[in-house]
């Protein structure tokens, strides 16, 4: 099984940008689908991106489209979140997390199904 470790979290102004990276490691991330979520305090964890195999398809929650940016590379076995005009509400824990197969949407989005997931890296965007 795939195992995940996110890092390059940290705190940012409104407006400021950061790049949340996902470092796999136990099998390459070649085969599968992957994905970030985020979780803030009380709420669910909610799907913010996610990327085909070969990065050829993308797919964005509304709330973030045109402002992140998902991308991977496999030789490095990494998968990057590029975070653009960050707001407030951006601030959450992300998570990555690997998928077997580029599905509808509406499966993409959620949690169920992902596996490998790590312990997440903090994002706090002040106004």
């Known amino acids: 099984q795939v195992q995940l470790v996110e890092s390059g979290g940290g705190l940012v102004q409104a407006g400021g940008s950061l790049r949340p990276s996902c470092a796999a490691s136990g099998r390459t991330i070649t085969n599968y689908v992957m994905g970030w979520f985020r979780q803030a305090p009380g709420k669910e964890r909610e799907f913010v991106a996610a990327i085909s195999w070969g990065g050829s398809s993308t797919y964005y929650a509304d709330s973030v489209k045109g402002r992140f940016t998902i991308s991977r590379d496999n030789a490095k076995n990494t998968v990057y979140l590029q975070m653009n005009s960050l707001k407030p509400e951006d601030t959450a824990v992300y998570y990555c997390?690997?998928?077997?197969?580029?599905?509808?949407?509406?499966?993409?989005?959620?949690?169920?199904?992902?596996?490998?997931w790590g312990q997440g890296t903090q994002v706090t965007v002040s106004s």
């Open positions: 997390a690997a998928r077997g197969a580029w599905t509808t949407l509406s499966v993409l989005s959620s949690p169920r199904g992902y596996t490998g």
